[in-house]
């Protein structure tokens, strides 16, 4: 594809909270030296620059008066291998499940809980993406983009990218100063499972132990679903809320006992139960809870989490406990607590609140919603009353997950 620049589009069709905004140029590009080139020429084209994957973690509240770039590098190929690993490259155009589904057909581990995140894999580094304790960054090994305005083709080690929670220098210092162009992977030719996180294991024992395929067993299973899942659940404990996808789910491993801990995928007890489990198992599960449990963005306009959960120090999360025993906190490192920003939103009692067509999912607190004909401006005043109700009953700041323009 030769790259296309446009002038004054709408990008309601390109995010997913399906919001109206527009973009004073629109770029599309498949050649990374093409693209340094322009940059080179024409630098006021560029000022400012926001790149756009597929506007799932976004939320428009104006119009944008720069250039909106829209990576279209396609490709996944091997860029080494050994014994124990595969290092694949993937261009930063390619859809995330695409890139996921490709590694689990051939076996590798590393991104099988990963499974069904929607974007491109050129955002994956820039907000770390995590589900069902996984972290992109357990596997990226290295970033290629271009900077900006320099046009300088640059790669970024694991190390340099700063990986945090939901962040990385992409999100922080270098936010619309690179633009990413493809990302190494480094999969694990025999995976390790990583199955402790909320309902994971659940899910993927309910097939296995049925013996069943999972289309099958998701139609008629139901009674051994609900035996397997007694038995199950006096093994582990599960925290059921998957208001942020991946985060809760790290809050059930902290709760956990972590007896089981890292699988090594292949034959053998797991949980009690002598079943195998391989990486095509974990994915097919992970997408078996997201479709049932998280709104599908193609027909109820969200972003997935519009908040990260806060991390607060040790006193505050003493006072907190005190003043509310039910509170959920979860070790964080030296001295810090995490808090569940889906049950401080949920306490202030905004689950299925709307005003107009902007409102909070009835079953997932932390998921803003267009319900059609919302402005952004409309979701971000949202955004901000709940912070601050938090912040009036709680004492504790929101910090947004979704990147707002
Ligand atoms: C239903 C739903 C569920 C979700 N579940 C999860 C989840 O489980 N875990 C999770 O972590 N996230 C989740 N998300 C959020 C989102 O899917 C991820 O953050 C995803 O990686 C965003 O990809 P995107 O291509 O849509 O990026 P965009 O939303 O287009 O962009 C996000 C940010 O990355 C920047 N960016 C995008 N591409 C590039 C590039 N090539 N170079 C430089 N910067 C770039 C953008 O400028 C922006 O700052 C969910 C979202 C939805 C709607």
């Not at 104006?62 to 396609?74: C, E, L, N, Q």
């Not at 694949?88 to 069904?116: M, T």
């Not at 789910?249 to 007890?269: C, L, M, W, Y």
Request: with cysteine.
């Amino acid at each position: 594809m030769p790259m296309r620049l446009r002038e004054n589009i709408s990008l309601r069709a390109y995010h997913t909270f399906g919001t109206e905004a527009k973009a004073r140029y629109f770029l599309e590009f498949t050649d990374s030296a093409e693209l340094a080139d322009l940059l080179r020429e024409n630098p006021r084209l560029f000022d400012p620059v926001l790149v756009l994957g597929s506007g799932s973690n976004l939320l428009f509240t104006r119009d944008f008066p720069g250039m909106v770039i829209r990576p279209a590098v396609t490709g996944i190929t091997v860029e080494k291998e050994d014994d124990h690993h595969v290092w694949l490259r993937a261009g930063a155009g390619v859809v995330w499940d695409d890139f996921v589904r490709y590694a689990v057909e051939a076996g590798w581990g590393g991104v099988e809980n990963l499974s069904l995140i929607p974007g491109r894999v050129g955002a994956v580094p820039v907000q770390n993406i995590g589900a069902y304790g996984r972290e992109a960054a357990s596997v990226i090994s290295s970033v290629t983009g271009v900077a900006v305005p320099s046009g300088e083709i640059r790669e970024y080690g694991a190390a340099e990218c700063r990986f945090g929670y939901r962040t990385s220098i992409f999100k922080e210092e270098l936010r619309e100063r690179f633009i990413i162009t493809s990302v190494v992977f480094r999969l694990d030719r025999v995976p390790e499972l990583v199955l402790e996180y909320g309902d994971l294991r659940n899910e993927v024992e309910i097939k296995d132990e049925a013996g069943n395929e999972n289309e099958n067993e998701v139609k008629t299973g139901d009674e051994e679903r609900d035996k397997v899942k007694v038995k199950i659940k006096a093994e582990v404990e599960i925290k059921k809320e998957i208001g942020d996808e991946g985060q809760n789910d790290v809050e059930a491993k902290i709760s956990s006992t972590n007896r089981f801990d890292h699988q090594v995928a292949g034959p053998g007890p797991v949980g009690g139960h002598n079943i195998d489990i391989t990486v095509t198992d974990v994915r097919e599960a992970v997408i078996r809870i997201r479709r049932r449990k998280l709104p599908d963005p193609s027909m109820l306009g969200n972003a997935g989490s519009f908040f990260k959960n806060p991390v607060v120090g040790a006193s505050t999360a003493a006072r907190l406990r005190a003043a509310y025993p039910a509170i959920p906190v979860y070790p964080s490192g030296e001295g810090l607590v995490k808090l569940s920003a889906g049950w401080l939103i949920d306490q202030c009692g905004w689950k299925g609140f709307r005003k107009g067509d902007a409102g909070v999912h009835r079953d997932h607190a932390l998921v803003l919603i267009n319900y059609g004909g919302a402005t952004g401006k409309e979701i971000f005043k949202l955004s901000e009353e709940i912070c601050r109700s938090v912040q009036e009953r709680f004492g504790v700041d929101l910090e947004r997950e979704v990147i707002v323009v």
